[in-house]
């Protein structure tokens, strides 16, 4: 069975970083397009960034340029989330999806889902 699971969360204060990882079990990762979502409470799910599978195209939200970064590391099946000056905004649950498209910048995109990790970010 496929599984994805995240992991890197945590309580920090503002201007922090933190590194999120995603492990993949199921799948070959070089195989999908990856991606990081997030949820806050209440709110809808929105999208973060994507890489592709050979790791040559990204793509990223508005409020995620210059701060985040995502890589990943197919050797290992992992998927990366490193994200710096963190803002109070960026408190959410995120989650790593695998995706068979090239460009996916949808929800309704990503065939596999993890669970999701928290980070909340204080003023």
């Known amino acids: 069975q496929v599984r994805l699971v995240e992991s890197g969360g945590g309580l920090v204060q503002a201007g922090v970083s933190l590194k999120l990882s995603c492990t993949a079990s199921g799948i070959t990762l070089d195989m999908y397009t990856m991606g990081w979502f997030r949820q806050a409470p209440g709110a809808e799910r929105e999208f973060v960034a994507f890489?592709?599978?050979?790791?040559?195209?990204?793509s990223y939200a508005d409020s995620a340029k210059g701060r985040f970064t995502i890589s990943r590391e197919n050797a290992k099946n992992m998927l990366h989330l490193q994200m710096n000056s963190l803002k109070p905004e960026d408190t959410a649950m995120y989650y790593c999806?695998?995706?068979?498209?090239?460009?996916?910048?949808?929800?309704?995109?990503?065939?596999?889902w993890g669970q999701g990790t928290q980070v909340t970010v204080s003023s």
């Open positions: 999806a695998a995706s068979a498209w090239a460009t996916p910048r949808l929800d309704t995109h990503y065939a596999y």
């Open positions: 890489m592709s599978s050979s790791g040559d195209r990204t």
